[in-house]
């Protein structure tokens, strides 16, 4: 068994994102050993059962919307909460901020990327897809900072491209593919 | 553009431990990220460019720590936040706490006192008003100021009104209040039985005891040992059988005290003493 390249993947998301993100997380392995981070703005009229429509879309028992101070653990798929922010803390465990919200969002794509850049560094895997506005761009530049990999939608294959090209726009070192590439790029990196 | 670039964890720890000495507030215990943050916002509301900067600042200009303690404790609040909560305080808990004869009541980590008033309107409807006695307390000097004038923004009264609505209010909510141009009192009747007071929950301590303790969305910003501790603060401040309640993200789960509670509603986060 070899070693992943990352210990996380966060994935952040609003308009047109939920179809993708479910492109993305069917395609991985079945046990996969690291957490998977979800930040997705959620539609008015898509209220809290997101995380019930999730697990039930992916044949999984739980997706789940982490509480304060709960434990990061591998191999679950996590879902920030509607109405907070969702950061982790050094020593792995999920913390939640109720704070206003930022660009107009809470949770805040930006707030959670940058937070967990900063605990898992290099190991941080971002991935920002199709929105209609600019959250994520900043943070996925503190991923790129503190040595992660960021992956954005190319905009021709999102539904509202708006957000993906923000965050190229700031960060040109950024990877742009296809949701068919990052399939085949998560399958290269993750291992079980 | 990288806000949080400017000031680095060794830098914040070393403001905190100035602020202790010089003002005696110890932030050391709050949760590193959310603190990162907040104080990052403010070194660039302030033109702070680096840590040095602000240090000075703090350390030289009481206003301008006034300023950073309203920017790092969050003050969000609202009036019925969270409709289910306040729909089974109404049907599990206000029904044993008609049982007592004097109800004592703590709101800890009060805010600007919206959710203080919004069990006053629910002890009033349920006609335990005046037979209760609440105390509301913060660490923040000008949310008490606000708390204690009644005053609210006007702003988001539809809102308010739809959240009591929800929570099984059947009255006329505009009756609470009364509206002057952009602001609204709450009526000084349901305010009648508050001591608005300042209490540090990381340095103060058991003040009396209570049958009922609300602390929501204050402990999502302390690490876990300070919140072990204001746990443990709660439990002593507790009659026996008393309840806690947490906001709807946080739990007694991995806590010391997850023992000594239990769940009486799951996802309002009501819990229970168990002695
Ligand atoms: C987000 S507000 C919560 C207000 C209200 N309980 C609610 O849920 O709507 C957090 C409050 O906790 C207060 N707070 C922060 N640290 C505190 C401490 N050490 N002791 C007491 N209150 C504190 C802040 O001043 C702020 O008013």
Known sequence: MEKNKFDIITIGGSAGSIGVALILLKSLPEHFQIPIVLIIHRMKNITSQLNKLLAKELGIKEVVEPEDKEPIRAGIIYLAAQNYHLLVEQGNTFSLDYSEPVNFSRPSIDVSFESIARVYKHKTLAILLSGANKDGAAGLGRV????????????????????????????????????????????NQITT | MDENNSIHIKELDEILQMLLHRYGYDFSNYTKASLLRRVNRFAKETDSATAYDLKYKLLNSEPIFQLFLQE?????TELFRDPAYYKSLREKVLPVLASYPIIKIWHAGCSTGEEV??????????????RARIYATDINPANLEKARSGIIPLAHMKEYTTNYLKSGGKNDFADYYSARYDHAIINEELRSQVIFSQHNLVSDNVFNEFQFIS?????????????????????????SLGFLTLGLKETLLFSVVKDKFNNIHKTTKIYRRKD
Request: glycine share 4%.
């Open chain 1, 144 to 187: 790129i900072g503190e040595g992660g990999t960021a992956i954005v939608q190319s905009p021709e294959t999102a539904e509202y491209p708006a957000m993906p090209k923000a965050a190229i726009d700031i960060n040109p070192s950024v990877l742009i593919q296809s949701p068919e590439q990052t399939v085949h790029y998560l399958l």
């Open chain 2, 215 to 239: 602390c929501r969305n204050v402990m999502i910003y302390f690490d876990k040992q300070l919140q072990d501790r204001v746990l443990q603060l709660f439990y002593d401040s507790l009659s």
């Open chain 2, 117 to 130: 008033f919004s069990m006053c309107i629910m002890l009033h409807e349920a006609g335990l008003l005046k």
């Open chain 2, 72 to 76: 790092v404790t969050v003050n969000v």
